[in-house]
DNA sequence: TCTGGGGTCCTAGGACCC
DNA sequence: TCTGGGGTCCTAGGACCC
């Protein structure tokens, strides 16, 4: 918690709604549903409109629906929302260069790295004014709510305060009184199971939950969930404002209409999805060595599986294989025969490939191999020995073990090329026989 | 026909290593 | 034969967030 109340946050009013009711006049002041409109859909986000019918985010559209027959259901267009967020991340970053976006219609500011002449409550009252200000008269009228505060906790606590289009200046040494008479999921992270937990054991408020040791907290949720809400009790937070995080996965899935019995379909659908996937991996110059699908059952159980490659792939090819060989043996093993509503591929684990080839070049020379022919007999595959080749051309190979290969593929033309990784008994991989010359 | 999609973080158990 | 202990990696599941 600092000195100042120098953490903003700022959250646009029903975002994805506001910009849909922006760019139709005809919609304007009527309710307006963004989200999924397919029979699984979700709203995404609620006009103020809808919402006095009692529609909500994360609600099915099918209930949505039922409560709010005559609002307008949209699917939404993420081009116009991304393009309004842009604007507005812009105007965050004129404020000061420590912006962190959480979503497309939140952020927090860090006051303390901008240029204020101070951080007393009057001069980031009237920053934060001239904002939203700003932020409408840039975005066709687009309303923000803003909290400013000395943490991120309470920061978003005020944001939250005064919506819509409302701001809420915390003055430093006033947060415990302003938590203590909230609910305790009011606390980033409390959800429904932890605030079941905590109801049982009597605890309701902020103030309630101020009033439990440690060791009763770490007993009841966990260690590090319980040494997180005994300081944000306190309103203790002194997590920083990170503006670059990289990362840490990459996923597409789909729950589709009517569950899925077949197989050849779940595969050709995962196909698609890991095409996807590696796709946005390569775009963002990524790559990752595990691969995990995903499958919720028709009741709603939700699996995954996973499996790590020794080296990193952004191949569609491999990522492709590797999510059909988890499904099989997941259907080996599963009865999936009751139908499966959601499947998905992601990739996690994540490392540069760029750099980790720059690396690999500078650091170890990579010996020409010993073109071999390797004995039927022998199982497995030897590093640096076997020669192998698939489309990619010819290889050696890498690394292997827990059933997969790891393959350095080249070319004469263009020297070193990337390396990829392979089931040990994919078929599309195939040991290279030298040719046969004939005798002169 | 209740319950999206894209993420993050935590826990817990087993393998493996020193 | 009554057999530690810590660290890391991997897998699976779950809670949570926007």
Same mark, same amino acid.
């Given at each position: 918690m600092r000195v100042h109340a120098s953490v903003l946050h700022l959250d646009l009013d029903a975002f994805f709604a506001s910009v849909e009711q922006r760019d139709k006049?005809?919609?304007?002041g009527k309710p307006v549903v963004v989200g999924g409109?397919?029979?699984r859909g979700v709203v995404s986000t609620a006009s103020y409109e809808a919402r006095r019918f009692g529609v909500r985010s994360a609600m099915s559209t099918r209930e949505a629906r039922s409560r709010c027959p005559h609002a307008a259901y949209l699917g939404g267009r993420f081009h116009a929302y991304r393009a309004a967020s842009e604007i507005v991340m812009g105007l965050l970053r004129e404020v000061s260069p420590l912006v962190e976006p959480l979503s497309l219609d939140e952020a927090f500011v860090?006051? @303390? @790295?901008?240029?204020?002449?101070d951080l007393e409550v009057p001069t980031v009252t009237e920053l934060a004014e001239e904002l939203r200000a700003r932020v409408a008269e840039a975005t066709g009228g687009l309303t923000a709510s803003v909290g400013v505060a000395s943490s991120k906790f309470v920061a978003k606590v005020a944001s939250d305060?005064?919506? !819509?289009?409302g701001l809420v200046v915390v003055p430093p040494g006033t947060e415990a009184d302003l938590l203590r008479?909230?609910?305790?999921?009011?606390? !980033?992270?409390?959800?429904p199971a932890t605030a079941e937990r905590l109801r049982r054991a009597g605890i309701h408020t902020v103030a309630d939950l101020e009033a439990v040791s440690l060791e009763e907290l770490v007993r009841l949720v966990g260690r590090a969930q319980g040494t997180g809400l005994f300081a944000l009790a306190r309103a203790d937070d002194d997590r920083p404002v990170v503006a670059e995080r990289e990362a840490k996965s990459v996923s597409v899935e789909g729950t589709y209409d009517t569950d899925l019995t077949d197989l050849g379909l779940m595969e050709q659908i995962l196909t698609r999805q890991g095409r996807d996937v590696a796709g946005r991996l390569r775009r963002h110059g990524l790559s990752g060595r595990t691969v995990t699908i995903k499958v919720r059952l028709h009741d709603f159980t939700t699996l995954n599986r996973s499996s790590t490659l020794p080296s990193p792939t952004d191949s569609p090819a491999t990522i492709t294989r590797l999510a059909k060989a988890l499904l099989s043996e997941l259907a080996a093993s599963t009865d999936l025969s009751g139908g499966v509503r959601l499947l998905g591929v992601g990739v996690s684990g994540l490392a540069d490939w760029i750099q980790e080839d720059l690396f690999g070049e500078a650091e170890e020379e990579v010996p020409e191999p010993e073109i071999e022919t390797v004995p039927e007999t022998r199982r497995g595959w030897v590093p640096g020995m076997d020669v192998v080749h698939d489309t990619h051309g010819r290889g050696w190979v890498w690394g292997s073990g827990r059933g997969v290969v790891t393959v350095r593929f080249e070319t004469a033309e263009t020297g070193p090329g990337p390396v990829r990784s392979f089931p040990?008994?994919? !078929?599309a991989l195939h040991r290279w026989e030298p040719p046969v010359t004939e005798p002169a």
């Open positions: 006049p005809s919609l304007r409109v397919g029979g860090d006051l @303390a @790295a901008g240029g204020l002449p305060l005064d919506k !819509p289009d008479p909230m609910r305790v999921t009011v606390i !980033p992270g409390v959800g040990t008994d994919d !078929p």
